[in-house]
């Protein structure tokens, strides 16, 4: 993945060629690469249209105050035409500096940043903690590795239930802090604790993949690597440092950016853990959004696709930053 | 590959703990001391546990007959019983679901492979004008959050009258898996050699020709992790599956659990038995072909 994606960011504006006047050139650019664009026309119109148009679609929608009772729809035999007007850009200045922007768009977005940070640390750090112990020769590497995949072997939907009723009130979790005579507090409940169970459930879920690609990477390591290293007299934690961590260094990049997209804008954990209406503070922005256009009455259509618009300029800021910095870093796979 | 040499001189902290235990013998590499050793297994049977717990419990809770029994665990054992799963599996929908969800679920795969397998070796194997446009839009659009395309989705599909259709939500799940399964399938046919393509065209096949009959025989093990990739992301599709799907007998899997829990009634046993008839098999597909998934998917990124 990282090749391309170096190859995709190296020169930004690159491939357009340079020469004889713009029809020639077409005309040229055509006998020569007809083929290639003829095999990539399917995934061109699905994109188009799966993807272009509903976006286009979408930011128009922010411009209005398009919701359900205003949208076209069809009741019955009668359709009734949209009557959503044009408002410009009030939706955006509404959500960012409004007198409820705070409550609505702040507090999220900051708790946003926040479990996504949590998550990812604890994803890389917990999964490469055990792609070090599984990359040691122990006996039942195998079995224990099948086991530690589990999480991500079962879909998101049937676990989240499971922790669900583990965490109820009076659940096994609870029951079993009680027998040890701990707190036992309310996790569905209380803001902190459903904070603290979402980012629980979602490590629990998220670890098996990071555990899985780090020791695709440890074990593309040169051992000689190790050895020299040895040999130098580097201690453990030396050759960790200066072997282990370089080594892993194209897969981390890798990982640890599709951990951050993943975790931004995971949907299933929370939305499922808490149910369709409860918890508003441990929602995160794309949960948010998706419960002003469908989880309450009248759905909020343009605020909702407002909220996707801002959730979709957020990650590409942060992919083109990320980027940079490891371009900088010389940090991408070449 | 070389798995076995250099195994473990990688576990800073298991390594220290080894330098404090005496030595008695030579140790090979890789290999700790008793302590090491001890401390390895017991860290990783603690995460194996940890990483079971849930999924047993839920099997455990399936085979209690009352749907208040998850909240006194210990009386299942001496009532276990298996009438969650006739009452599932004769008085709910889940046939119906069942067939929902194979739909929505193989209509995605079959149609993300056939759409980016052409990308995919095109990617792989030419460069052309827009080549760096099209990579970062394939990118990118993993990126989507659902949020983004949900509700103008939503709009147009009403308006076309295909809500409560399969064929929207198949639709929705290929602006994700189309693009995806072009990553993955580039990423295959980039271990191919380009001898192969070279004398095919020397031998006078158009690159039409040399794809579907050189290639594209070769890549059927990409294809297929491309296919199941798709399948189980559409398989687990909740958002979109939940506003879309109206009618209960044409819910998915992901949006008939959920139904099992409203804020009136909640019946945790049938719950728990239907996700388990869901889990397993489930389950059971990924363990076989989790090897080549896993290859697949970090293929790029450890290659380097």
């Known amino acids: 993945m990282t090749v391309a994606l170096e190859s995709a960011t190296a020169k930004p504006g690159g491939g357009r060629g340079r020469g004889p006047g713009p029809l020639q050139r077409l005309k040229h650019g055509y006998q020569k690469y007809w083929y290639a664009y003829a095999m990539i026309i399917p995934v061109v119109v699905v994109l188009g249209v799966l993807v272009g148009y509903p976006l286009v679609r979408g930011f128009y929608l922010t411009l209005t105050d398009a919701d359900s009772l205003n949208s076209a729809r069809t009741i019955g035999v009668n359709h009734i035409d949209a009557t959503y007007k044009f408002i410009g850009l009030d939706n955006y200045k509404d959500i960012l500096f409004g007198p409820t922007a705070y409550d609505r768009f702040w507090s999220h977005f900051l708790w946003t940043v926040v479990w996504t940070a949590l998550c990812v640390f604890l994803h890389y750090t917990i999964g490469l903690g055990l792609a070090l112990l599984l990359n040691r020769k122990v006996r039942g590497r195998t079995f224990y590795r099948l086991m530690l995949i589990l999480p991500w072997a079962v879909p998101t939907f049937v676990t989240v239930f499971s922790w669900r009723i583990m965490l109820a009130d009076s659940g096994v979790l609870n029951q079993v802090l009680g027998a040890l005579h701990l707190p036992q507090p309310h996790w569905l409940e209380d803001v902190f604790w459903q904070r603290f169970a979402a980012v629980m459930v979602n490590t629990w879920c998220g670890v098996p993949f990071m555990m899985v690609s780090l020791l695709g990477g440890l074990q593309s390591i040169d051992a000689s690597l190790y050895e020299a290293a040895e040999m130098d007299g580097a201690n453990a934690w030396q050759r960790f440092q200066h072997v282990t961590l370089p080594g892993l260094r194209s897969v981390s990049s890798t990982v640890v950016l599709l951990g951050v997209i993943w975790t931004f804008n995971q949907f299933a954990i929370i939305f499922l853990l808490f149910g369709k209406t409860s918890a508003p503070d441990a929602q995160i922005l794309v949960t948010w959004a998706y419960y002003l256009g469908f989880g309450q009455q009248p759905r909020d259509y343009a605020q909702s696709a407002a909220y996707g618009v801002l959730l979709l300029s957020i990650l590409t800021v942060f992919t083109s930053f990320y980027f940079r910095w490891l371009k900088r870093n010389d940090q991408l796979a070449i | ?304």
């Not at chain 2, 998934?293 to 450890?302: M, N, R, S």
Request: charged residues 15%; hydrophobic residues 50%; proline residues 5%.
């Open chain 2, 1 to 304: 590959m070389s798995t076995t040499t250099l195994d473990t001189a990688a576990s800073p902290a298991a390594s220290a703990t080894a330098a404090g235990a005496p030595r008695r013998r030579v140790r090979r590499r890789g290999e700790g001391g008793p302590l090491a050793r001890t401390v390895t297994h017991g860290l990783l049977v603690l995460a194996s546990l940890i990483a079971a717990a849930p999924v047993a419990w839920l099997i455990y809770l399936s085979l209690g007959p009352d749907k208040t029994d998850y909240l006194h665990p210990g009386a299942i054992a001496e009532k276990m019983t298996f009438s969650n799963y006739t009452f599932v599996l004769q008085h709910t929908n889940f046939f119906k679901w069942l067939q929902s969800t194979m739909i929505v679920a193989l209509g995605t795969a079959l149609v993300g492979v056939a759409f980016a397998a052409t990308t995919g070796y095109a990617v792989s194997r030419m460069r052309f004008p827009g080549y760096r446009s099209l990579m970062w839009m394939l990118l990118l659009t993993q990126a989507f959050p659902i949020a983004v395309l949900v509700v103008p989705m939503y709009e147009i599909f009403s308006e076309l009258g295909l809500i409560d259709t399969y064929g929207a939500l198949i639709l929705v799940n290929c602006s994700t898996a189309v693009p995806y399964c072009a990553w993955l399938m580039k990423g295959y046919f980039d271990t191919i050699p380009v001898e192969i393509d070279e004398a095919g065209r020397v031998d006078g096949l158009s690159p039409f020709g040399t794809f579907l009959r050189l290639i594209l025989p070769l890549a059927r093990p990409g294809l297929a992790v491309a296919g199941f990739y798709s399948f189980i992301t559409a398989f687990g599709e909740v958002a979109f599956a939940s506003v879309f799907m109206l009618d209960d007998e044409k819910y998915t899997f992901a949006v008939g659990l959920q139904s099992f829990v409203s804020e009136h009634d909640a019946q945790w046993n049938y719950m728990a038995a239907t996700a388990v008839l869901i889990a397993v098999p489930v389950a059971a597909f990924f363990y076989l072909v989790q090897k080549n998934l896993v290859t697949g998917l970090t293929a790029g990124g450890t290659k380097g």
